[in-house]
């Protein structure tokens, strides 16, 4: 029973060459590992997940594939280069787009709506002309166009989230890297973003990389790496994934709330987790 | 309500097994689902000897603040408005906390959740309303009720060079623990919090789990009735997360400490007691997590979840063959159908022109995220029409 | 290098810094307070000294040679005492910095050709000051005493006082100040001030805004993109020397309108080196932001490497000749003392590029030094 791929490969055309490449990637800050002997493979057209919680290495890696960060060891392949150079690094970025953590962080809280995006979009010489039908485009689907004018600081989170993502696919990038894009958001900004991230990936063909720390947002992926202090612990599609524990989910609730605490010892000590 | 992943057991003999165990225990009610992500998670990770196996020590306190003849209503909000300008960022707020109950206040960034939270507690004050904390009336009082809680903000409150016994004694200083206690409750929001082994840590070079922890063990070093919890478990691995919420399950069943929390985790909701869902400063629905998805299915139906061969193609499909708030979750969709028959025919008649097949269409309980997304996507709709 | 992606960087700079209420006030605020504190609050000249009088001896002799200090512009009389006793908590509480005690018999020990001694106590906390004092002091003692043998030989010789002074003093020195006829240190302040604040506050700015996009993450859009290090130092760095240069004039005005020092210099000149000093202070702010990861390290940093300098090796407090070789050598290795002259020299010298070349040019070569290390010292792929 194999699950229907989210987009279909272009008609015709030899399996892509994987957008990422990663083996056995190793980066310590001082006396921490954050990385430890990783591996991973992002397809062409794809949505790559990044599970895990907060000290996982998920921003690491993260960093080290947009070529921000160094590594000590390891092989990285972006687009089929190796970035181990700084040199090298830089002729790959032209073709991403990296978001870092942070909800806005990474934006202009004095300039306004527009005025971040054509930053962004100059920073990135998107020529003049395209970027007016882009820039109209993207606003239309994010409803932000109504905000135009508005300065960044005075967003809610889940338009801080859209126009950071707006300005992160201004170029049009082949690979966009998001780090933790959906924290701290309320769930109906997050349905919200991840309906227009896969539209927009959809229609450009773009891959994604995306981390989140949310685990109920697996299925939003189609391949993904749980990953637990600077390894991965399980990799594959979510399906594989759930397949490798079997179990069941038993909910309950006692008539006596207060007898809760006593339960949940006896259950603790039976069963993980309660 | 408790949730329990029980490995390698299907359904009847898992719940059977939990019965089992629980023989001594009154269930009301009991149901089996299929293991979420998290489960998985948190399952493999133990598998691999990766997890720390900290045990949370249950050791009651000795309460002298008798809560006995603390009043049953730990918060009582009534009407609060608050306004900045022309903004009014809480509208007309009224609520109830009980001692002991978990409160969960729900929704999105700029609802005024922690508006409410401030003026509650005593920091701003309100443009109109009455409230009650611990007691105490929140407009004249504001000195006894930040005696009487505690108050944990996303944003950790701690004091990155101390170490973690540091950390916990000057909160005791801060919040006036009389010397002879001093120690006994830094011992014991050791203990509770799970913290031993760690008192000569830096707080800064912990992780976030276990910072969390101390947080919370900082905001309780002097005993309050009331617990204010703004967003504490943001980014946290499901472990620690999970322990996090047994030390807040034993303050409100046991220790009878009542907590408001507000949290982003729909997982998390549905430990809580009772919630209150926010939207542009009012109060949009106000109950418990059963009612709320009962309320649910009542206005919009059953949930159901469609596999097709045409994941993208097929939601756009549905969408427009009436199920507007259809929605997309990795490879599957997900609507509200009030009639589940009728709805299986006609997206089975709107596909099939189209060539995509159905795979499988079945109902789903609905979580509270559903119940979320489908209040506020109500209430956006309804501004729009005005 | 791409010219769009310059002006982007700027213009965006730019608008951030307009629209940031506060930052923007500092940017004007600091340096001008910082002017009118210096400038009203250091007066190097020691004038209207406090002083007080013990005068045992109450004769018309006493009063005489005291009313020569009473009479001085440098000196302040502030009242007379009966007792020694007295003076002590005077000059601990400084109500008086000096006190003049004569003796019992002055008058009479003088008349009989006897010396007396006159004890004068001055308040040693600054050396400098008391140093002044004591030439102040002396001087008016060997005016007194010029006094009495004039006379004297006026009485004996029979000859007119004026000759008889003549007599006593014939080598007159004629002092003639250059450049600072009054002596007012105000007028070497102002000038010497500019060097300060413009030491200091352009760093500050600079370093500010350039941690705080390492503090935000927006640093990552930086390192994300293809934009090169020239693009990224030169549009960044370009609104905070326009900021700086807009100072400089305000400063400028106030030497000149507020102060009132003259300005005998080259202005156009004058501004030209401003703005190399400028882009060059700019230099080493950005310097320290590449250093520091956050805004409070790059505050702290700068002020240790700007002040201090500033200070010790700029010819401000010392001349730079008179210090010993280490310090002088050091004192060529930081701006300061380059711009220092330069300011002097356009202001109270009324010389230009002619003899200023070479300071000018010093000031380049740190600049380029400056710049360079930057360029080389910041990556687009950090190792944290």
């Known amino acids: 029973m194999g699950q229907p791929p989210l987009v279909s490969a272009g008609s015709g055309s030899a399996p892509a060459e994987p957008v990422v490449r990663v083996q056995g990637l190793t980066k310590c800050y001082r006396k921490q590992v954050a990385v430890d002997g990783l591996d991973l493979v992002v397809g062409a057209g794809e949505i790559y997940g990044l599970i895990g919680p907060d000290g996982a290495g998920k921003s690491s890696l993260m960093k080290i594939i947009a070529g921000v960060l160094t590594y000590d060891g390891g092989t990285v392949e972006v687009f089929g280069q190796n970035i181990s150079s700084e040199a090298a690094a830089e002729r790959v970025k032209g073709r991403m787009g990296f978001m870092p953590q942070g909800l806005g962080q990474n934006l202009y809280g004095e300039l306004s709506v527009e005025e971040n995006i054509d930053f962004f979009a100059q920073l990135r010489e998107v020529p003049a002309d395209t970027l007016v039908e882009r820039k109209q485009k993207l606003l239309a689907m994010t409803r932000l166009d109504k905000f135009l004018h508005r300065p960044m600081k005075l967003l809610s989170g889940g338009m801080k989230q859209k126009l950071g993502l707006v300005c992160t696919l201004i170029h049009q990038p082949k690979l966009i890297i998001l780090d933790e894009p959906t924290t701290g958001v309320d769930p109906v900004s997050r349905r919200d973003f991840w309906s227009i991230l896969t539209a927009l990936l959809r229609e450009q063909n773009i891959s994604a990389l995306v981390s989140t720390a949310y685990m109920d947002e697996a299925s939003r992926f189609q391949q993904l790496s749980l990953m637990y202090e600077g390894q991965v612990i399980a990799a594959g599609r979510p399906e594989q994934i759930n397949a490798k524990v079997t179990g069941t989910l038993v909910e309950l609730v006692l008539a006596m709330q207060t007898m809760q605490t006593e339960a949940l010892q006896q259950l603790k000590s039976a069963f993980s987790t309660g | 309500m408790l949730r329990v992943f029980v490995e390698g057991q299907r359904e009847t003999p898992a719940i059977s097994q939990v019965k089992s165990l629980l023989s001594d225990f009154v269930i009301d009610d009991i149901r089996a689902s299929q293991p979420e992500m998290e489960d998985v998670f948190i399952a493999l990770l133990s598998r691999a000897n990766l997890a720390g196996h900290e045990r949370v020590e249950m050791i009651k306190s000795d309460r002298h603040t008798g809560l006995a003849s603390s009043p049953a209503l730990a918060i009582e909000a009534d009407k609060i408005c608050r306004d900045f300008g022309q903004f009014r960022a809480v509208d007309q707020v009224s609520f109830q906390v009980k001692q002991g109950e978990i409160f969960g206040l729900l929704g999105a960034n700029g609802a005024g959740k922690s508006t409410v939270f401030k003026i509650l507690t005593g920091i701003m004050p309100p443009t109109g309303g009455e409230g009650k904390v611990a007691g105490q009336d929140m407009r004249s009082a504001s000195r006894a009720i930040k005696e009487r809680i505690g108050y944990m903000s996303q944003a950790f409150s701690l004091y990155q060079d101390l170490t973690v016994l540091e950390n916990i004694r000057l909160y005791g200083r801060i919040y006036a623990v009389p010397r002879r206690q001093l120690k006994q409750r830094i011992d014991w929001v050791i203990a509770t919090a799970g913290l031993r082994g760690a008192e000569g840590r830096l707080a800064g070079a912990l992780p976030m789990g276990i910072r969390q922890r101390l947080a919370l063990g900082c905001a309780l070093v002097h005993q309050p009735q009331v617990l204010f919890l703004d967003e504490p478990t943001s980014g946290v691995d499901p472990v620690g997360r999970r322990r996090f919420w047994d030390i807040l399950i034993q303050m409100a069943r046991v220790e009878q400490v009542a907590i408001l929390v507000t949290t982003h985790y729909m997982s998390e909701a549905e430990h809580c007691d009772h919630l209150a869902l926010m939207y542009a400063g009012r109060i949009i629905a106000d109950a418990t997590p059963a009612q709320m998805k009962h309320a649910l299915q009542q206005a919009a139906g059953e949930l159901l979840e469609v596999a097709t061969d045409q994941p993208l193609q097929a939601l756009k499909v549905i969408e427009q063959a009436g199920f507007e708030e259809a929605a997309l979750f990795g490879t599957r969709i997900h609507l509200l159908a009030k009639e589940p028959q009728q709805a299986r025919e006609q997206i089975e008649n709107a596909l099939a022109p189209h060539g995509i097949s159905l795979l499988s269409l079945s109902p789903r309980p609905p979580r509270l995220e559903d119940v979320f997304v489908y209040r506020i996507l109500e209430q956006e709709k309804e501004a729009r029409s005005q | ?384």
Not at chain 3, 28 to 54: H, N, Q, R, T, W
Not at chain 3, 288 to 307: G, K, N, Y
Not at chain 3, 321 to 332: C, L, N, V
């Open chain 3, 1 to 384: 290098m791409n010219v769009n992606r310059v002006r982007a960087l700027m213009y965006k700079e730019w608008r951030e810094i307009l629209r940031d209420r506060l930052f923007l006030a500092l940017a004007f605020v600091v340096p001008i307070s910082m002017m009118l504190v210096f400038g009203y609050g250091i007066k190097l000249d020691v004038e209207s000294i406090p002083f007080a009088v013990l005068d045992q001896d109450r004769s018309a002799m006493s009063r005489d040679y005291l009313h020569l200090f009473m009479g001085s512009r440098y000196f302040s009389y502030q009242g007379h005492v009966q007792s020694e006793e007295e003076l002590e908590p005077l000059l601990a509480d400084s109500k008086i910095r000096f006190a003049i005690i004569v003796p019992p018999r002055f008058q009479e020990n003088l008349k009989a050709g006897r010396p007396v001694a006159v004890q004068a106590l001055i308040d040693g906390t600054f050396p400098f000051r008391t140093s002044t004092s004591k030439g102040y002091v002396i001087a008016i003692n060997s005016a007194f005493n010029a006094q009495l043998l004039a006379g004297y030989i006026s009485r004996t010789m029979g000859l007119t006082p004026e000759r008889a002074v003549a007599m006593v003093q014939p080598v007159k020195a004629q002092l003639r100040y250059l450049y600072n006829q009054e002596l007012k240190s105000i007028w070497s302040i102002a000038p010497v001030m500019m060097m300060f604040i413009l030491l200091m506050a352009p760093p500050f700015l600079t370093a500010l805004g350039v941690v705080r996009e390492k503090e935000n993450g927006s640093i990552y859009n930086i390192y994300s993109s293809t934009v090169t290090r020239a693009e990224f130092l030169i549009g960044k760095l370009l609104p905070y020397v326009g900021l700086s240069c807009i100072n400089v004039i305000i400063l400028w005005l106030m030497a000149i309108l507020v102060f009132n020092a003259p300005f005998k210099g080259d202005p156009l000149f004058f501004f030209l080196a401003s703005v190399v000093y400028v882009i060059c202070t700019t230099g080493i702010g950005l310097l320290v932001s590449l250093l520091a990861r956050t805004q409070v390290a790059a505050m702290m940093i700068t002020v240790v490497v700007t002040i201090v300098p500033a200070v010790l090796y700029s010819g401000l407090l010392v001349p730079i000749a008179s210090m010993d070789a280490a310090s002088q050598f050091e004192a060529h290795l930081f701006p300061a003392m380059y711009y220092t002259d330069i300011a002097l020299g356009s202001f109270l010298k009324g010389i230009g590029s002619g003899q200023l070349w070479g300071r000018v040019g010093a000031l380049l070569i740190y600049t380029m030094v400056l710049w360079v290390l930057s360029y080389f010292l910041f990556h687009k792929r950090v190792r944290a």
